[in-house]
């Protein structure tokens, strides 16, 4: 029977982690744990008062014997566009909006085999997006629904070496879907004569891949670890369809290929998620618990965002992304009140991988960001409880890129709140 309810749990936070927004720089994810949130993931993977660390360093599994967790993160963000699309093809339209709500789910469960060794197991979302925009925005041909979920379940261990040194891995099974939509220019150039096309363009993929996480704990003195951890980079090739509706446009016209046809024709994509580099550091003084981490991403790795499609003007589509590495940075801290009350407080500074308003697209209008975090935790026996939230500050950005037969000249001012709730039994 518990074999059974694991495996629903399992399951249902898998689907429901196939949804989700962009919050950290990029489309990064690490709201997988509400007790880190807290402190804005400072320590992340060495603090051991959560089941997390099979996600961040699963050296850290080490702290903690027998026990699961499970909770989500509301995540609310809006954004105001103001600007207008030139050059080419695009009708005049109202200014855009995002708003959105979306929950992010997590599970992870482990146990002790014995006294050096532990077992476990997460499910949770490492990347995602989601950006929706009023239907009648000015560049609804750059972008109107943008959409990426990712999941992985990732089965974990962990060996005590020494007593000062913990190592530990996972490898975990990714699965990514994706779905863009926008609207096609009223109109396009071919040999300079304007011909009508119009129309409205969706493309949509899936893919299964696999990855792993190693990592490194050392506590040279009780109550003050270092963490190091490094999750591989994944690539994807997802395969789906595009399907083009409402167009203007027909096969050919005096012999000569056109760029859409309508309906649906087999595409493809290939999308590498990246690798990063944590490090985490926690050291506590009598009710005082310090922390601090410091993220590198690979974000390089985006260089372009290619889809192949017999409705492509010569078979592909290419986005050029030119995407840079970035660090996180940050302190938290915890305040232990007694035995059943922890209060935490972070702050962290994100990296934005876009550094060009020539790159920043409509679908992933990033920038730099202050994470400001509060949490608070409640531990009766075996239960805790962890409450927390998070404001994030996050820069003006400019976009002036060219897409889609014309150039977004646009201004995005975003906020995002997020609330997490999660629930700790220890057996």
Same mark, same amino acid.
């Given at each position: 029977?518990?074999?059974?309810?694991?495996?629903?749990?399992?399951?249902?936070?898998?689907?429901?982690?196939?949804?989700?927004? +962009?919050?950290?720089?990029?489309?990064?994810?690490?709201?997988?744990?509400?007790?880190?949130?807290?402190?804005?993931?400072?320590?992340? #993977?060495?603090?051991?008062?959560? @089941?997390?660390?099979?996600?961040?360093?699963?050296?850290? %599994?080490?702290?903690?014997? *027998?026990?699961?967790?499970?909770?989500? +993160?509301?995540? %609310?963000?809006?954004?105001?566009?103001?600007?207008?699309?030139?050059?080419?093809?695009?009708?005049?339209?109202?200014?855009?909006?995002?708003?959105? &709500?979306?929950?992010?789910?997590?599970? @992870?469960?482990?146990?002790?085999?014995?006294?050096?060794?532990?077992?476990?197991?997460?499910?949770?979302?490492?990347?995602?997006?989601?950006?929706?925009?009023?239907?009648?925005?000015?560049? &609804?041909?750059?972008?109107?629904?943008?959409?990426?979920?990712?999941?992985?379940?990732?089965?974990?261990?962990?060996?005590?070496?020494?007593?000062?040194?913990?190592?530990?891995?996972?490898?975990?099974?990714? &699965?990514?879907?994706?779905?863009?939509?926008?609207?096609?220019?009223?109109?396009?150039?071919?040999?300079?004569?304007?011909?009508?096309?119009?129309?409205?363009?969706?493309?949509?993929?899936?893919?299964?891949?696999?990855?792993?996480?190693?990592?490194? %704990?050392?506590?040279?003195?009780?109550?003050?670890? @270092?963490?190091?951890?490094? /999750?591989?980079?994944?690539?994807?090739?997802?395969?789906?369809?595009?399907?083009?509706?409402?167009?203007?446009?027909?096969?050919?016209?005096?012999?000569?290929? %056109?760029?859409?046809?309508?309906?649906?024709?087999?595409? &493809?994509?290939?999308?590498?998620?990246?690798?990063?580099?944590?490090?985490?550091?926690?050291? /506590?003084?009598?009710?005082?618990?310090?922390?601090?981490?410091?993220?590198?991403?690979?974000?390089?790795?985006?260089?372009?965002?290619?889809?192949?499609?017999?409705?492509?003007? *010569?078979?592909?589509?290419?986005?050029?992304?030119?995407?840079?590495?970035?660090?996180?940075?940050?302190?938290?801290?915890?305040?232990?009140?007694?035995?059943?009350?922890?209060?935490?407080?972070?702050?962290?500074?994100?990296?934005?991988?876009?550094?060009?308003?020539?790159? /920043?697209?409509?679908?992933?209008?990033?920038?730099? /960001?202050?994470?400001?975090?509060?949490?608070?935790?409640?531990?009766?026996?075996?239960?805790?409880?962890?409450? +927390?939230?998070?404001?994030?500050?996050?820069?003006?950005?400019?976009?002036?890129?060219?897409?889609?037969?014309?150039?977004?000249?646009?201004?995005?001012?975003?906020?995002?709140?997020?609330? #997490?709730?999660?629930?700790?039994?220890?057996?």
């Amino acid at each position: 029977m518990l074999h059974k309810n694991l495996k629903t749990i399992v399951f249902g936070v898998a689907a429901l982690c196939l949804s989700t927004p +962009a919050i950290s720089a990029g489309f990064q994810l690490s709201e997988y744990s509400v007790t880190n949130l807290g402190r804005a993931f400072n320590g992340a #993977g060495v603090v051991g008062d959560d @089941f997390s660390a099979i996600a961040f360093n699963p050296a850290g %599994m080490g702290l903690r014997q *027998n026990g699961m967790q499970a909770g989500m +993160a509301l995540v %609310m963000i809006k954004a105001d566009v103001a600007g207008e699309t030139v050059n080419g093809g695009v009708n005049p339209g109202e200014e855009g909006d995002i708003s959105l &709500r979306s929950w992010i789910p997590h599970f @992870f469960a482990q146990g002790q085999i014995n006294d050096k060794m532990n077992f476990g197991l997460g499910v949770y979302a490492p990347y995602g997006l989601s950006t929706i925009y009023n239907e009648n925005w000015f560049g &609804r041909t750059h972008a109107l629904k943008s959409y990426i979920g990712v999941m992985d379940v990732a089965p974990a261990l962990s060996y005590k070496v020494t007593k000062q040194i913990t190592i530990g891995g996972s490898v975990f099974a990714e &699965r990514a879907d994706a779905k863009l939509t926008n609207d096609l220019p009223g109109y396009v150039r071919v040999n300079g004569v304007p011909l009508p096309l119009g129309g409205y363009n969706k493309v949509e993929g899936d893919d299964w891949s696999y990855g792993y996480t190693l990592g490194v %704990m050392y506590e040279p003195v009780k109550d003050t670890r @270092f963490g190091l951890s490094y /999750r591989s980079k994944v690539s994807h090739h997802l395969k789906g369809k595009q399907t083009v509706s409402g167009s203007n446009m027909v096969p050919t016209l005096f012999g000569m290929p %056109m760029p859409f046809q309508n309906g649906s024709v087999v595409g &493809r994509a290939k999308i590498t998620l990246p690798e990063y580099v944590l490090l985490s550091a926690y050291h /506590r003084i009598d009710k005082i618990g310090l922390s601090a981490s410091a993220k590198w991403t690979r974000w390089s790795r985006f260089d372009k965002l290619d889809i192949y499609s017999p409705n492509m003007m *010569n078979g592909v589509s290419s986005t050029p992304e030119k995407w840079q590495n970035v660090w996180m940075l940050g302190v938290g801290m915890d305040y232990y009140h007694d035995d059943n009350w922890t209060f935490r407080l972070g702050v962290a500074f994100d990296e934005s991988p876009v550094k060009n308003a020539k790159y /920043r697209t409509a679908r992933i209008p990033d920038n730099d /960001r202050w994470w400001t975090s509060l949490g608070v935790s409640y531990a009766y026996e075996n239960v805790q409880i962890d409450l +927390a939230y998070s404001h994030m500050f996050v820069k003006s950005s400019k976009t002036h890129n060219e897409a889609s037969g014309s150039t977004l000249d646009a201004k995005y001012n975003m906020q995002a709140n997020l609330i #997490g709730l999660q629930a700790q039994y220890a057996f």
